[in-house]
């Protein structure tokens, strides 16, 4: 009996300790961060920028510097980016987005102050990278998320999630951000909706589906992320509790630059994000 009870508890304490592990508790790669709130804000500004001139030249086909160009903060102009071959009800909806984005960089701004747009690469090739990486192979042809509105919704699928954890990582008890977190909730949820809707149909020419695609996206952020499973395909995106999950400002940068170190810009970030959190660690 005694020997019963102490392999028990062996088997406890191992399921206890690799529990703290997949929590990142242990792990010095998965703590927060030392910042100030008006810092941590800011740093979200790098991911309302990346949505805004995504969003506003997929549907418009031009980005903040002709619709608001006072909240670049003199940045420099975004690259690749261009009009896509969208679904009228789609194109409505990224516009709508985009208008949203707007409104965020807006209101942060307004509230603890701007920081200078980052260089972004929205170039069809930065995308393409992105989702051979994800698909462990070299697709070919290269994906391009201009072409088609599946396209579109998926190299959004990357986008608005990374908003979403980045806000819930923060601050969510500040109301600015609560009233943030809750948009960007939103555009994940419209987002994967319409992606849910078709997660069954083969993504073209590549013969795997719109739900293959998610869930190797997931996996890959996972993995970059490097602090366990926060991502996780169509299925709602929330933990066991129904919460959302939450990134820190190291996780989301190791993602965003694709390179898997927040100290190591590249992806959507070609030159580092902006603002004193992210330049510090590209320091």
Not at 93 to 113: D, K, P
Not at 164 to 174: A, D, E, R
Request: some cysteine; charged content about 15%; glycine content about 10%.
């Amino acid at each position: 009996m005694a020997t019963r009870t102490c392999f028990s508890t062996f088997l406890l304490l191992v399921v206890a300790l690799e529990s703290i592990i997949v929590m990142g508790i242990t792990l010095p790669q998965c703590r927060p961060i030392v910042a100030n709130d008006d810092d941590q804000i800011q740093f979200a500004l790098n991911m309302e920028f990346l949505e805004a001139e995504f969003f506003l030249f997929g549907a418009l086909g031009k980005g903040l510097d002709d619709l608001a160009p006072s909240l670049t903060q003199g940045g420099p102009p975004p690259s690749g980016g261009r009009r896509a071959n969208l679904e009228p009800m789609i194109r409505r909806i990224i516009e709508e987005f985009g208008s949203q984005e707007i409104g965020h960089i807006r209101a942060v701004t307004q509230s603890v102050g701007g920081i200078p747009r980052p260089q972004l690469n929205l170039s069809a090739e930065a995308f393409a990278a992105t989702m051979s990486r994800a698909m462990d192979t070299k697709l070919s042809p290269p994906f391009n998320p201009y072409v088609n509105s599946i396209n579109y919704l998926l190299a959004s699928y990357v986008i608005p999630y990374e908003g979403l954890v980045g806000y819930v990582g923060t601050i969510p008890s500040l109301s600015l951000v609560a009233s943030l977190l809750g948009v960007e909730a939103g555009q994940d949820a419209v987002i994967r909706g319409l992606l849910f809707e078709r997660g069954d149909e083969t993504v073209s020419p590549y013969g795997l589906t719109v739900a293959n695609f998610t869930n190797r996206i997931s996996e890959f952020r996972n993995q970059l992320g490097m602090c366990g499973v926060k991502d996780q395909g169509l299925i709602p995106s929330a933990d066991a509790n129904s919460l959302s999950y939450s990134r820190t400002p190291a996780e989301i940068l190791r993602i965003v630059y694709g390179t898997g170190n927040e100290h190591s810009p590249g992806g959507f970030f070609p030159r580092g994000g902006s603002g004193r959190i992210a330049m510090q660690m590209f320091q």
